[in-house]
């Protein structure tokens, strides 16, 4: 299971460090990748046989997910761009705006469902069912440990003697 588990991992990581420009932006979502697998992993149960069907799909499923997003920020930075230029909008675009933003959601959330209704051979229901609120989950649970990290740094500060300042 450790051994599926690392491959996982580095493939992620090598499919990331090449799609990727930046490297601390890298570096950040290698990461995440990385946690992501874990706490998927640890969260679902996975067995070895599981997750060797389950990450790729996953994977397939993410970059499906992350070509609609960018959809909707080219959506976003056009209209951005209008509003900066000073042009006038009207009823109709904002309408066509709307219409078009509905449409992506709408299609994020039945790829959602399909994904997790075609893991039917991969995953059992209770797992299927512990995924549905999986990122939410997890990104809850980021931002308490972000929390704190930044109580414990407060703390830390306020042992020394340091005041909060402009440089701190």
Known sequence: MKHIILLIM??????????????????????MEMMTVWKLTEHLKLTEEQAEKFFPRMRSHKEKLAEI??????????????????????NKEIKSQLKTIAELENKKLDL????????????????RAKLIGFDRRLKQEI??????????????????????????
């Open 10 to 31: 580095g493939a992620l990581l090598i499919s990331n460090s090449i799609a990727q420009e930046d490297k601390k932006k890298d570096r950040r979502s290698e990461k």
């Open 69 to 90: 997003q960018k959809e909707h920020k080219q959506l976003m930075e056009s209209m951005h761009e209008k509003i900066e230029r000073g042009d006038e909008i009207n």
């Open 112 to 127: 959602q469902e399909k994904f997790i209704l075609d893991l039917e051979g991969v995953l059992n229901n209770a797992q």
């Open 143 to 168: 931002k308490d440990q972000m929390k704190e990290y930044r109580k414990e740094k407060k703390r830390s500060h306020e042992k020394r003697g340091r005041k909060k300042g402009f440089w701190n």
